[in-house]
T-cell receptor
């Protein structure tokens, strides 16, 4: 019940396309859902996050869509660029404070 | 203006030889974390400090220890590294454990065990 399931494992998108990464959770006590971006040889960096009181949050080209009833959330990267090529982790946390990470998605944006 | 600094960037040790990894932060955050990340896997939480209070994850091997002498510094000690301990070790900080918002990661130390 503590798991966060992320898909796909890898994704190839053409420059200018939309990248979509999905995550699902089971623990209804989760109330914070961040996405982290990690470049090779670097630590993860917070990209965008959402709480369950809203269904969507947008920051620039990055949008989180949140479906509380389905217990799913997704990251959409609009106008994907080669510089977006990285590994993306979704995560979730609740009142225990512990951040539970998804398995990660390696995104490659082709020029 | 790096905020979470890890040293060294790369560390090579021998099987069974103790090794210490260090982390410092300029954010004055209460919480400091150590994560282990193996290739193509998600970061795995080893333990965290809330101020001086140490919190060990249940599945963290006894081989891993940590020290936090002050707010700014935290160390990861691996007493007898095995081949399976080769990984990237990430230090992170946050201002609050419960809300967990804005976890700041360092660039990591890549540990090799020969």
């Amino acid at each position: 019940q503590q798991q966060v399931k992320q898909s796909p494992q890898s994704l190839i998108v053409q420059k200018g396309g939309i990248s979509i990464i999905n995550c699902a959770y089971e623990n209804t006590a989760f109330d914070y859902f961040p996405w982290y971006q990690q470049f090779p040889g670097k630590g993860p960096a917070l990209l965008i996050a959402i709480r369950p009181d809203v269904s969507e949050k947008k920051e620039g080209r990055f949008t989180i869509s949140f479906n509380k009833s389905a217990k799913q959330f997704s990251l959409h990267i609009m106008d994907s660029q080669p510089g977006d090529s990285a590994t993306y982790f979704c995560a979730a946390s609740g009142n225990t404070g512990k951040l539970i990470f998804g398995q990660g998605t390696t995104l490659q944006v082709k020029p | 203006d790096a905020m979470v600094i890890q040293n060294p960037r790369y560390q090579v040790t021998q099987f069974g030889k103790p090794v210490t990894l260090s982390c410092s932060q300029t954010l004055n955050h209460n919480v400091m974390y150590w994560y282990q990340q193996k290739s193509s896997q998600a970061p795995k939480l080893l333990f965290h400090y809330y101020d001086k209070d140490f919190n060990n994850e249940a599945d963290t091997p006894d081989n891993f220890q940590s020290r936090r002498p002050n707010t700014s510094f935290c160390f990861l000690d691996i007493r007898s590294p095995g081949l399976g301990d080769a990984a990237m070790y990430l230090c992170a900080t946050s201002s609050d454990w419960v809300t967990n918002e804005k976890l700041f990661f360092g660039s990591g130390t890549q540990l090799s065990v020969l």
